[in-house]
């Protein structure tokens, strides 16, 4: 499988985009808990797709932001479903970023992360 391959298949399934929708928003809240300014949040979908366009995934310059979001949002909830990650391996990477507010690099790195727990598995 190659990464057009789990686009599509990710996107086959709309549980993948809902899970990873609810998961990032819980993660960045819990972010912004340990970061002594509690508020719930919603990662925004420009956020997401510029992170998406960062990372280099082939075939995705022709899409939406909010598709791009969408793809983002169902690689998390494909690597949760499949216990690649849970959303303490979120936390912990959001951890590292000073910031209260998370920026484009955290979720670059979120999904470099996720990409290699797939790799890992064999499943790209």
């Excluded at 709309?14 to 609810?22: Q, R």
């Excluded at 849970?86 to 209260?100: A, P």
Aim: hydrophobic share 45%; glycine share 6%.
């Amino acid at each position: 499988m190659n990464y057009n391959d789990l686009i599509r298949i990710v996107l086959d399934d709309k549980k993948y985009s809902i899970v990873g929708d609810a998961l990032l928003n819980a993660a960045a809240t819990l972010h912004s808990i340990d970061k002594g300014k509690p508020k719930s949040v919603r990662v925004k979908n420009t956020v997401l797709a510029n992170a998406l366009r960062q990372v280099g995934l082939s075939d995705i310059h022709r899409r939406s932001k909010h598709k791009l979001a969408d793809i983002y949002e169902a690689i998390v909830g494909y690597a949760y479903l499949n216990n690649l990650i849970t959303l303490e391996d979120l936390r912990s990477i959001f951890v590292r970023f000073e910031s209260e507010r998370l920026d484009s690099d955290a979720f670059i790195a979120t999904l470099n992360f996720l990409i290699g727990k797939i790799k890992g598995e064999g499943k790209i």
